[in-house]
């Protein structure tokens, strides 16, 4: 028990505490505003210094105490403070659960068992489903092999659709596998054999399926809300709201490979599509992505949806399911369900959120959150960590922006979650006592007049009143 305690209290201050400050506007339909984000705001601290988020009282206090000692808010007064918020007409049908995230204790349940479309929210159950699946050092390999006949070799897609066309860098998340890196190991060992020349192919057998989903609407990868999902693509091509991907990227990561093999010497005829790799064929080069947890971070982060489906479609294809959209999502909620949450009422057909047919209750997103902000799940944990901060990074650094939210900024770390007529915010509040709690809002529709940024401006004042109040 003692032990439980302890990785929960470190897990829930690396919650609070591992800030990290990009500033990616959301990519979501329905959204308002295509202006450029503004740099992160820091947090003020009172000796004129600046720090990302918030900072312990007593920094010197024992984990325990910091955790343990603040108290607790009484579910009646944090009832009777979010009620006016939660019943706002530019809400519309909402549902709010609150809970301890120490305890696990339910604070606040205002319709969490009703199932609503989460929008990006659903990211939580997909991160889920990834993280305890995966480890730390999980990476993808893109590698080139020899063959299949005379004179060919094949590009193998492993899953990493952030290459770099040029030298990788080791420090970068997207662009961490380099194609001109992978290029001079092929030419080395083509050149050792005593060949300058090849028909270089195209084996997508790993995690095939469609480009987009059925129940997406068909503008959105044309107006860059979601990339074409692919199991290879380039960092440089990455989709963003008004400047769209390529409809293939495999093709485009061919055409950047062949270019920088002719750069490194060798003659190239690009054949196109190839047969899986033989049993013992030789592996002429290959060139590993960050680890698929920091690439989910990034997509958390910046609710980037087609890399969290490329990510989802990877994972369900180690596990041996189904790679199309329904089968990813799928994968995704009988996965979470094997961790222990209730996915009776859940209804998936994909695993970023941009299909209005999910379906999820507000306790289930919560239930998810629990298995990190507990400790129990620590990858989970991890993905919390990589949540945006309010007023500082990724999708919330321009949220809160308001005086009525100012309280949440640095306090609040969480998922946005935009469709048109949908809302929706989960993640973690510090509350003005030093506790932790965990919040998940879910909503649609609004009253005549109600749009988006009134109902942004809604959630984030429940956030705020959260992070501003003991609430005793």
């Known amino acids: 028990m003692v032990r439980r305690v ?28 295509t202006k450029p984000v503004a740099a992160p705001r820091p947090a003020p601290t009172p000796g004129g210094a600046t720090t990302l988020g918030w900072q ?44 301890d995230a120490l305890t696990g204790t339910v604070l606040l349940d205002r319709d969490g068992a009703t199932p609503r479309i989460p929008a990006s929210t659903v990211k939580l159950l997909t991160a889920a489903a990834i993280e305890s699946t995966t480890t730390p050092t999980t990476t993808f390999l893109t590698t080139v092999v020899d063959g299949p006949g ?38 080395a060992a083509l050149k050792a054999a005593g060949r300058t020349s090849v028909v270089l192919g195209l084996d997508l057998s790993f995690g095939r399926g469609p480009a987009t989903a059925p129940t997406w609407p068909s503008a959105y990868r044309p107006q860059g809300t979601t990339s074409a999902v692919a199991m290879l693509g380039l960092a440089t091509q990455r989709a963003t709201l008004a400047h769209p991907g390529p409809a ?31 049993p013992g064929q030789e592996v002429l080069g290959s060139v590993a992505s960050a680890p698929v947890r920091e690439q989910l971070g990034l997509a958390l982060l910046e609710s980037d949806n087609g890399l969290t489906e490329s990510l989802a479609r990877a994972a369900a294809a180690r596990a041996g399911a ?28 994909d695993t970023s959120g941009l299909s209005r047919e999910n379906q999820v209750p507000a306790r289930v997103i919560s239930d998810v959150i629990q298995l990190g902000a507990d400790g129990s799940q620590p990858g989970v944990a991890q993905a919390l960590t990589d949540l945006p901060v309010a007023g500082l990074s990724g999708t919330l650094a321009e949220r809160f922006s308001a005086s009525a939210a100012a309280a949440a900024i640095g306090a609040v770390r969480a998922k946005t979650g935009t469709l048109t007529g949908v809302q929706g915010l989960a993640g973690t509040v510090l509350t003005a006592d030093g506790r932790v709690l965990t919040l998940v809002v879910l909503a649609e529709g609004s009253a005549p007049g109600q749009g988006t940024v009134a109902a942004r401006a809604v959630l984030d004042r429940i956030a705020a009143t959260l992070a501003a109040c003991g609430c005793r």
């Open 6 to 33: 302890l990785v929960a209290v470190l897990t829930l201050l690396g919650v609070v505490l591992g800030y990290a400050a990009l500033d990616i506007a959301d990519i979501a339909p329905g959204l308002l505003t």
């Open 56 to 99: 312990l009282a007593d920094p010197t206090a024992p984990l325990d105490a910091v955790a343990t000692a603040a108290p607790q808010p009484a579910p009646k007064k944090l009832a009777a403070l979010l009620a006016p918020l939660a019943g706002s007409g530019a809400l519309g049908s909402t549902s709010v659960v609150v809970r």
């Open 150 to 187: 005379p004179g060919h070799i094949t590009l193998v897609a492993g899953g990493d659709t952030l290459l770099a066309p040029g030298s990788g860098d080791p420090d970068a998340v997207a662009g961490r596998a380099g194609l001109k890196d992978l290029a001079a190991q092929v030419a």
């Open 248 to 278: 293939d990227p495999p093709a485009q990561a061919l055409a950047a490979f062949a270019t920088a093999l002719r750069a490194a010497g060798v003659t190239v005829k690009v054949a196109g599509s190839a047969a899986p790799p033989a």
């Open 322 to 349: 189904k790679t199309d959209f329904a089968g990813a999502a799928a994968w995704v909620r009988a996965t979470v369900g094997r961790l222990g949450v209730d996915v009776t009422a859940v209804r998936l057909v």
